[in-house]
Each structure stands twice: as structure tokens, then as C-alpha cells.
């Protein structure tokens, strides 16, 4: 079997100091990666390099206009191939700048091979630039493919927050404000100094990054972790001016004073993110992912408490435990439940913005019936 670590993340010198210290430190590895720079002109460009430099170079054309794509139908045949041979001790995959590991851990996985760790490269000093910078992927050069459409700032959230390990750079210019907030943003990873690596750092083929990329990975547990239904959210935390509040409530909120205040809740806080419910829509799971001062709310399917008994059983488990540790005796799992981290954050003009969306006590006791006929102020944002 041949292992396979994925090394991504929009921080490029900090994933290429990753991927040397990889190589110094587990002799004979190498190291794969696809340069999607190239897609405008139709190809992307393949390397295969060890620690001493490039092995193998090749093109491989754009599949449906889609660098991404083209990836993926080129990666897991190289790999397998590095695996029949039966010489390397690890592959290593670096991503392309704002490539997610999350697509490509699953692609490797479901082309048959070993993802044994996945790894999200990180410069402290540049999580908030990255996080708080809503420019489109697209004006830095940075896209995929043609239709992406995505922000630096909420592919940056998605890299780090994916990868249960992340590699950080040994910053100068990063101050304890910097890590606070790259450890409330994702408090349960493991935090791996890259460290020198290079000719002049030989390794012991031990160190903390290696035993790490070879630790194992859950590709099935890293999804449903990521699922708004049973993501497992930051916990509350304030340390180092950096400010993580956790809103949890029962009583579901009014589309329209919701709506009206999407833009104050959306740029309270630098990262924001959770699951949420409507009145007027009190089957339909919501889910809310904010960064950089923009907003993707989206629904993630039904409530548990809205199927019928016989429907429990083609849920995951951990879907059915996420709800059980959440369960209301009126409500079923259906909640509020909101994080927000940022320097600065304002917590009480938070909570008061928040608390003045949910139902009134008059409006809560007229009932479900009178909730589904309130105007639906979402209909265009979530695209019914």
C-alpha cells in the first residue's frame, strides 16, 4: 500500500516549505503536483520530484473546460503507478494554491489508494489578510476553472478547517493575536511546526510532519464532519483579543428581521458558521458559512424531527447521534446554533442583533401554522 499525503493551502511558500520538509524527512518520497497556472492556455502541467529535484514532467489536457477536473483524471493514475512500482515510501500530493483537500482526499480515496494524512499549510501572520479578503478567486489569478466563483477568503476557511493537521510556518511577522485566531478557527487540529528542513537539515525520518502524514485519515468522518448537520463547531473562546461566540437557541427566527440583518451579521465577525431554522420554513436544515464579508447560505435537508421513523435508518450514525445529543422535546434537533470568531468582535451588539431576529412571545405561541404564512424574505437567497 502505498501511503499518500495531501498538502494544500493558499499560503504557497508555507505549502512548499511543507513539502521539502516531507521529502527531507522520509527519504525517497516524492512528491506529485498539478500546476493549474497553465489552464488558460488548455493544459495543466504535471511534476513528479523527489528531494533532489524533478523526475518526470508531463501535460495533461483540460477536462470539460475544468483544471480540476483534469486533475483528478490525472492524479490517481500517476499514483497507482507510483504504487505498482513499489519504490516510494510516500507520495505526496501537492495541491495547486486554491485547490481543496477535502475533493481530493475523496477523489484518492475512491481511486482505491491510502490517504494516510492530510495536511493544510498555514502562515500565521497571513490567516486574517487571507480570511478577512473577499475578492474573488478569479482577480488573483487563482481560479480553477472558468465558472469558480469562489472568494480567497471562504476557500481559506474551507483548507483550514478540512484538515485535522495543520503545518505552520515559522512567522516572524506573527504575533499571539495571529495563532489565538488560527486556533479558535479550528480548535481540535493538530498544529505542526514545519521547521527548517532543506540540505542543511537532514531529518531523521521521525519528525512531528512525518508522523504526521502518516498518521491515518478518515476520509468518510472528515466528510461528515463537515457537514452542517453534525459539524462539530469551535466551542466558546476569548484569549489574545480574538473572540469566538457560541449562539445556541430553540426558537426559530423571523425570515423577514433575519433577513434585514444579514449584512450587520455577516461583517460582525471575520468567520462565521453553523446550522440555522426559519419559521416559515420549519422542516428545511439551513446552513450558514461566512467569511471575508460574504455569505453562502444554502439548504442542507431536512430536520431529523421532520422524517418519519422509517426514514432513521438510511441516515449515517453520526447523523442520528449529532441530533440525539441535541434533541428537544418540542422541537426535535431544529435549532439555532451560530459560531463567530474575529478579533475585536463586538459579543454583546452580537447577541443583541442576534436575539432581535427570533420569533417574539406573541408570535411564538401563535403556532406553527401562523409561522409557515409569514413572508418568505428567502426565497431568492436560497433559490426556490
Known sequence: MLPVVIVGGLHADARKAAVRRLLTDVPGSVVLHHDLATAAAGTVVRTVRDAGGILAAGEAPLVNDCACCALREDLVPELRRLAEAGTVPLAVVELWDSVEPKAMAEV????????????????????????????????????????????????FARQVEYAPVLAVADSPEADDEDRELLAQLHPTARRVPIGPGGPADPGAGDSALARA???????????????????????????????TVVWHRRRPFHPERLHQALEELTCAAVRSRGRFWLADRPDTLLHWDAAGGALCLEGAGPWLAS???AAWDLVPPVRRAAAALDWHPEHGDRCQ???????????????????????TDAEYAAGRE???????????????
Not at 337 to 359: A, I, K, M, Q
Not at 370 to 384: C, G, N, Y
Open 307 to 309: 422524517l418519519p421513523d
Open 213 to 243: 502524514a502518516l498518521a491515518g485519515f478518515d476520509v468518510e468522518a472528515a466528510a461528515a464532519a463537515q457537514h452542517p448537520a453534525c459539524a462539530l463547531l469551535p466551542a466558546e473562546a476569548d484569549a489574545h483579543g480574538v473572540t
Open 337 to 359: 446554533h451560530l459560531v463567530f470568531t474575529s478579533p475585536g468582535l463586538d459579543r454583546e451588539g452580537l447577541l443583541r442583533v442576534l436575539e432581535s431576529c427570533l420569533l
Open 108 to 155: 484518492v480515496a475512491a481511486g482505491g489508494l491510502t490517504v494516510t494524512g492530510v495536511l493544510t499549510a498555514v502562515d500565521p501572520a497571513l490567516v486574517l489578510p487571507y480570511l478577512g479578503n473577499g475578492d474573488d478567486l478569479a482577480e488573483g489569478g487563482l481560479a480553477a476553472a472558468a465558472t469558480d466563483r469562489r472568494t480567497v477568503a471562504d476557500t
Open 370 to 384: 401562523s409561522w409557515k404564512r409569514l413572508p418568505s424574505a428567502f426565497d431568492t437567497l436560497l433559490e426556490v
